[in-house]
């Protein structure tokens, strides 16, 4: 969590590019804050052909799904502060580049989740905040 | 939204089918009606050997993933009504075919989605009719 | 229903690997029971410089994204055994090779699914029986 699934034309990023997005992206989230290592990005190429908007082929367009598990958004400001952050990050990769995009969020259930076979620590607790200062997973102590 | 997911053999589409059947697809939404612009279809060949029903490989399967964002579907009618819609949209480029094929749908939540970083606009707004007609995202005047 | 998603590094898995795995995965389901053919696995190979945790690009990485549709996890004992038989399955493929991994699992609407045109049987009818006995689709007898 949460794992963002980028759909992006063939040739628009380099490996730079992608390091330095999946690093924006990774801020996001290590702000509220959360580990680091639960921002998983995966960048996928579609080929102009087998990438359609309103019926028609699009080589300009990227977009973007994410999945939520270890935090849900419950309040309008919380909504629009996440969306304001995004949008600074991905401008220089996305907007800035002439590219159309789209994203949406899903939000999946919390205690269906597992990193390196361990369920991770609930919101706040010292397990998390020992995920966050050690970046890695560890057994969790509470129930 | 929606944005399709459609896993299919190597080589199962050309260029033109998966044209043709984008364009079956968007017709389905512009009914609604929605902006044919929210439809969004990613094709993606998936080798025999990376796809297994059942534990066996296959090599004439076609699997559908569908994200639903504008709209909800209450009712059984509107169930019924849509996967008839939809299974008439398909069939000449899966069961006509002789593939097998599954499909199902998530409904996301619609205030955890931006196109080209507008919030779109709610069900029978003044603003949802003028994305309709003009086929592009325009800055939303209701709350 | 399940869908899995494997995400993995370029060259992984050899072909009987994924065969293997996906009849582990496979097993987990019937033993439900649910019918054998409900379980759908995609491995999909992801470039290093396309795959990021944390804002690094990762060649040791596995993401697993299952979709859950014919049943719901409702209890904590239910989610346990599910994770505990998952990681088993799972062992040999991914940690036992040195590989980090992360999985998680969306539950969606059961009303908002079909395969082969039809809508599949609740659980516990004597229509699933069938479908689990005969491993394939038949038409539905009850509401």
């Known amino acids: 969590m949460p794992l963002w699934k980028v759909y992006h034309p063939v040739g628009a ?3 730079e590019d992608k390091h330095a997005l999946s690093k924006k992206i990774t801020e996001i989230y290590s702000e509220v804050p ?3 290592f639960y ?3 995966v960048f996928q190429e579609v080929p102009q052909d087998s990438f359609y908007v309103g019926g028609e082929s699009v080589g300009n367009f990227v977009r973007i799904h994410m999945d939520h598990i270890a935090r849900q958004m419950t ?8 969306f304001a952050r ?3 990050a991905i401008a220089p990769f996305i907007r800035d580049r002439g590219f159309d995009w789209e994203l949406h969020i899903d939000e999946t259930p919390f205690d269906l989740w597992t990193v390196k076979g361990i369920r991770p620590p609930r919101a706040g607790t010292e397990d998390e905040k020992r995920w966050i200062s050690e970046n890695r997973p560890s057994p969790r102590t509470h129930d």
Chains 1, 2, 3 share one sequence.
């Open 13 to 15: 990023y380099t490996r």
């Open 39 to 41: 921002v998983v990005v």
């Open 75 to 82: 309040s309008e400001a919380q909504k629009t502060k996440f």
């Open 86 to 88: 995004t949008e600074v």
């Open 34 to 36: 959360l580990p680091k």
